[in-house]
């Protein structure tokens, strides 16, 4: 298993990892990818921690944006050299490579060229660390997609006296001339002259090179381009901690050479590329290896025979995400070197594993959008058409845009709320089909910019030809109007919007005046109250921005107004209104999502539990609030009926006295249905949605008494008390299964603040002596059974008793809409299983005179568990219960009034 030790602090990209070797509790971690590509997250410096991860402190290079590499003294754990990369899309002089003495707390810059240079790798001699090696890297991210270029300093470095002192290694290794750009090494550590390097250059001069004499002369020794190519993203050579002839080298698969680079063979890897960046060997072990790639972190511990599941890491970094209309809901994305997605809200297990999620056959960028009219369809990528009942994947894209128009690997799929028969696909045009994908429409002339300005970001590299380029932009995000099927918004990744009210017949050129070319449109909410509303979020991290931009229309784009205030300087990548509130919005960013409760005028943090990470994409689906990331998978935010209901003077009575806020409507589902073994606790499970109703409540104080929560129903009869002074359940004993299977105690809270408590939809339990935990178990979350009856749907009312104060408010139950149980039925049901709640209730009220009947305790036990038999039976039936067991309810109630006739009589004695 692997635990996150980083997701309290506010990044969570990652570009380096050092742990001191004097002091293995002892971590440095560098932000920041640290390499050059599109749909990159960038960092904000230099994290410590002395205790092995359970804490951190920052320490400086917040401007680098990108360190790709780390490197600790190995008897000194204060020495640290850091390969400081710097801004992808920009110029910036924290760059270089930095050198710190007293652990971190401060910094010198021991090797730099210019603001625009930056330095992607660094490592020690293993046998001297006074020799250091660095990488510099010369290179520029374009604002257009495919856009880069690389600068003349790149090159290779050594210093012999710590990294004061530096010269350039060149005999033997290509030049700027010959297209040097990235450059990965590895000094073996069985001799240290032996040096391994992956060079990123033309076709004739990169490859792997080889150099016997410390850096100073180079030899290439191995030219495939399936080990060395594509040397911006994949420049990772790794040499064999006891064989010098052996190295391994990150590709799109992995691979070895036994041969000192000569041959390599392949590993690990797959059709269609794994894409990995990272190698580590096993100083001591060399057998014991761990990959890191697109996926995830895989483990070999026989020297790549045979490899762990990257599928235990919740790593997965969508691009947007969607939601259907079954129940439970599903969500939907594509995702980094893995396809794409379909996953279940709730999992019938009691959480979400593998059994709840399936590919759609949509490619790894695209965007994903579910039929509305069909829960059996599924659009997606560039541009397919999949069917749930049989896994077939078909070819829909209109058939003149493959070579004719311009697409990006992101391409907005997006059916129309106002007419679901209508669905959009967007390259530098905008498309539409009316019939499933069988023919389509042109309904758009070419949106981008005909003639786009050269931002000044792209500094040096900016050459004549480029004001002479031919069109680049296309459509980014396309907005079908909630309301008016003939509005459409569009908006362009070189900075335009459009919007037309005739369905595309005709359309009006709406930008912001503020937004200049190549400032990235990157997602159009349109409004679901008006029309004439929309929210646009625009990236300009590719113009070297990282400040917020959102921008709001109430006059369909005639005019507009940028509503960033308490949003941090984090490109935004999508805006959404509530459906349920208007004015109430959310913002993703690259670090999290943000909340307004004014139209946009302010904004506050929304993370909570979430690990900052970049929020690629937001959806409003019924209560809930979905985020696609790109490195952390799909978060849901359940019930935000809480922020709904938030507003000037709801704020201002939870300041004075307790509130309680109206709880959304409940789903009477179960908490799992599993009747096999459970999974074990290393089989990775995502958390299902909170078992009952969810009541939210507020506390300005700590109280003076125990407070209390009662659920009472439509006639005013108690269900079910709880009261912050509760005991716990005891555990059941003996413990026959470990204790981390079991649900931590739910008890009430009286403790200043906002608190989420669940009603689990049922009566109290029955009173019995023997308790167990059910098959139906989940690591961390199973109750002791037996648990009480359902109860029915209908309306119920949510009472809080605080200080004197009274607060009620009402609570709607429905049934999970795939039973099919008549309301008679489900009547029936509750009856005959509180029936048996009430015979165990008189059962265990006897108090038996074991020395006049020793029998008596043996009896009862087994009349206990024919009872709970039978009540598991009734109450876990989705249909009516049978006469047998009705008859089977009344032969045992007789047997309880027979055993309590003998032990009245006994006490009476």
């Given at each position: 298993m692997?635990t ?10 990652i ?10 509790d002892?971590l440095?971690?560098?932000?920041g990818?640290?390499?050059?590509r599109?749909?990159l ?9 002395t205790?092995?991860?359970k804490?951190?402190t ?23 050299y850091a ?5 992808p899309?920009?110029?910036n002089a924290?760059?270089?490579v930095?050198?710190s003495?007293?652990?971190g ?20 001699d293993p ?13 520029r991210?374009g604002?257009w997609?495919?856009?880069?270029w690389?600068?003349?300093?790149s ?5 012999a006296?710590g990294?004061t ?10 030049t700027?001339a010959?297209g ?14 032996r040096?391994y ?5 033309s076709?004739?001069?990169?490859g ?5 004499d410390s850096g ?10 399936r ?8 420049a990772e ?12 080298a ?7 050479s ?12 797959a ?11 096993h100083?001591e ?8 790639s ?9 020297a790549?025979?045979t490899?762990?599941?990257w ?14 209309d ?5 969500v939907?994305?594509?995702q980094?070197?893995s396809?794409?997605?379909?996953i279940?809200?709730r999992?019938?297990g009691g ?9 759609v056959?949509?490619e ?15 659009y997606g990528?560039?541009l397919t058409?999949?069917?749930h ?19 990006l ?6 059916f ?6 209508l669905?959009?696909y967007?390259?530098?045009?905008l498309f539409r ?11 758009s ?10 931002p000044?970001s792209?500094?040096v ?6 004001a ?15 309301k ?6 569009a908006g362009?990744?070189?900075?335009l919007i ?11 050129n ?6 200049t ?8 909410d ?10 646009a979020a625009?990236?300009?991290f590719?113009l070297?921005d990282?400040r917020?931009?959102?921008?709001r ?15 941090p ?5 999508a805006?959404?209104e ?6 109430l ?6 670090r999290?999502?943000h909340?307004?409760f ?12 979430m ?5 690629r ?25 809480p ?9 201002a009575t939870?300041?004075g ?7 959304q ?9 599993n009747t ?5 606790p ?9 078992d009952g ?16 929560l ?5 006639k ?15 555990l059941?004993e003996p413990?026959?299964?470990p204790?981390y299977?079991?649900r ?11 608190h989420?408590f669940?009603?689990d939809?049922r009566?109290p339990?029955p ?7 059910p098959?139906s ?5 199973t ?6 009856p359902f ?7 949510v009472k ?6 009274v ?8 049934m999970d ?11 029936a049901?509750?009856?005959l299983?509180?029936?048996?709640t009430?015979?165990l ?12 009947s020793?029998?008596a ?9 024919l009872?709970l038999?039978l009540y ?24 309880v009034?027979a055993f309590?006739?003998?032990a ?5 004695r």
């Amino acid at each position: 298993m692997w635990t996150p030790v980083f997701d309290d602090q506010p990044t969570g990209s990652i570009g380096a990892l050092a742990v001191a070797p004097s002091r293995p509790d002892t971590l440095y971690v560098g932000s920041g990818e640290g390499l050059q590509r599109p749909d990159l997250s960038v960092g904000d410096g230099i994290y410590k921690s002395t205790d092995a991860g359970k804490t951190w402190t920052h320490l400086g290079l917040r401007d680098a944006q990108q360190i790709a590499g780390l490197a600790v003294h190995p008897r000194d754990p204060d020495r640290v050299y850091a390969a400081v990369l710097g801004h992808p899309y920009g110029a910036n002089a924290e760059r270089g490579v930095f050198r710190s003495t007293d652990g971190g707390k401060t910094w010198a810059r021991v090797l730099y060229k210019d603001e625009n240079t930056g330095a992607s790798a660094v490592a020690l001699d293993p046998s001297n660390p006074e020799v250091v090696y660095a990488v510099l890297w010369a290179a520029r991210q374009g604002p257009w997609e495919n856009g880069e270029w690389q600068g003349p300093e790149s090159g290779l470095f050594k210093s012999a006296d710590g990294g004061t002192t530096w010269k350039k290694l060149t005999q033997g290794l290509p030049t700027s001339a010959e297209g040097l750009g990235r450059i990965g090494f590895s000094v073996s550590p069985v001799d240290p002259r032996r040096l391994y390097a992956t060079v990123d250059a033309s076709p004739e001069k990169g490859g792997i090179y080889v150099s016997d004499d410390s850096g100073e002369r180079w030899t290439r020794v191995n030219g495939e381009t399936r080990v060395w190519g594509r040397g911006g993203d994949f420049a990772e050579v790794r040499a064999h901690p006891k064989n010098r002839d052996e190295v391994w080298a990150a590709n799109t698969s992995t691979y070895r050479s036994t041969d000192g680079g000569k041959t390599f063979t392949p590993v690990k890897g797959a059709p269609g590329g794994d894409d990995y960046h990272t190698i580590w060997l096993h100083p001591e072990n060399p057998d014991v290896i761990l990959l890191a790639s697109d996926q995830g972190a895989t483990i070999s511990v026989n020297a790549g025979a045979t490899w762990s599941s990257w599928y235990n890491q919740p790593t997965a970094q969508l691009y947007h995400v969607s939601t259907d209309d079954r129940f439970p809901y599903w969500v939907y994305g594509g995702q980094q070197e893995s396809g794409s997605v379909a996953i279940a809200s709730r999992g019938d297990g009691g959480a979400i594993s593998f059994r709840d999620w399936h590919p759609v056959g949509a490619e790894e960028y695209g965007y994903v959008a579910p039929d509305p009219l069909d829960p059996d369809v599924v659009y997606g990528g560039k541009l397919t058409r999949f069917r749930h009942s049989t896994g077939d994947v078909q070819d829909v894209s209109p058939a003149p845009a493959r070579g004719t128009y311009r697409f990006l690997r992101t391409a907005p799929v997006i059916f129309s709320p106002a007419d679901p028969h209508l669905l959009f696909y967007a390259g530098n045009v905008l498309f539409r089909t009316a019939n499933a994908g069988r023919s389509w429409d042109v309904v758009s002339p070419d949106l981008s910019r005909e003639i786009a300005d050269v931002p000044d970001s792209i500094g040096v590299y900016r050459k004549p030809e480029m004001a002479k380029q031919p069109r680049r932009g296309v459509i980014y995000t396309v907005a079908p109007a909630k309301k008016d099927v003939n509005v459409i918004w569009a908006g362009t990744d070189d900075g335009l919007i459009h919007r037309t009210a005739d369905g595309g017949r005709t359309w009006a050129n709406v930008t912001p005046a503020a937004l200049t070319a190549w400032s990235k449109v990157s997602l159009i909410d349109a409004s679901p109250f008006d029309d004439l509303t929309a929210y646009a979020a625009v990236n300009c991290f590719r113009l070297d921005d990282l400040r917020p931009h959102v921008y709001r229309t109430h006059d369909g784009g005639k005019t507009w107004k940028e509503i960033v205030k308490g949003l941090p300087d984090d490109p935004v990548n999508a805006v959404r209104e509530d459906p349920a509130r208007k004015g109430l919005l959310y913002a993703a960013t690259e670090r999290m999502v943000h909340v307004s409760f004014d139209d946009g005028e302010n904004w506050q943090p929304l993370r909570l539990n979430m690990p900052a990470t970049s929020i690629r994409d937001l959806v409003v689906h019924g209560d809930d609030l979905v985020a696609s990331t790109h490195g952390r998978g799909f978060w849901i935010l359940d019930d935000v009926t809480p922020l709904r209901q938030l507003d000037a003077r709801t704020a201002a009575t939870v300041v004075g006295a307790p509130f309680l806020f109206e709880p959304q409507t409940a789903v009477r589902v179960r908490r799992s249905r599993n009747t096999d073994t459970p999974l074990p606790p290393e089989e990775p499970v995502g958390q299902n949605p909170p078992d009952g109703a969810i009541v939210d409540y507020v506390l300005a104080a700590k109280p003076q008494a125990a407070i209390a929560l009662e659920i009472l129903d439509e006639k005013g009869a108690l269900v079910r008390r709880y009261a912050s002074d509760d005991k716990p359940d005891p555990l059941v004993e003996p413990l026959v299964v470990p204790a981390y299977w079991v649900r931590p105690p739910r008890i009430l809270s009286a403790a200043p603040g906002m608190h989420r408590f669940v009603w689990d939809l049922r009566f109290p339990p029955p009173p019995v002596r023997e308790h167990e935990y059910p098959i139906s178990a989940i690591a961390g979350d199973t109750p002791r059974e037996p648990l009480g009856p359902f109860v029915l749907p209908g309306t119920y009312t949510v009472k809080l008793a605080a200080d004197g104060k009274v607060i009620t408010r009402p609570l709607t139950v429905k049934m999970d809409p795939r039973v099919t149980m008549s309301p008679a039925d489900l009547a029936a049901q509750l009856a005959l299983a509180r029936r048996i709640t009430a015979a165990l209730d008189r059962l265990d009220a006897v108090r038996v005179n074991v020395k006049t009947s020793a029998a008596a305790p043996r009896d009862r036990g087994s009349l206990e568990a024919l009872l709970l038999g039978l009540y598991e039976t009734i109450e876990s039936a989705d249909d009516a219960p049978t006469a047998q067991a009705v008859a089977a309810v009344d032969e045992l109630e007789k047997r309880v009034e027979a055993f309590r006739t003998p032990a009245k009589a006994a006490g009476k004695r």
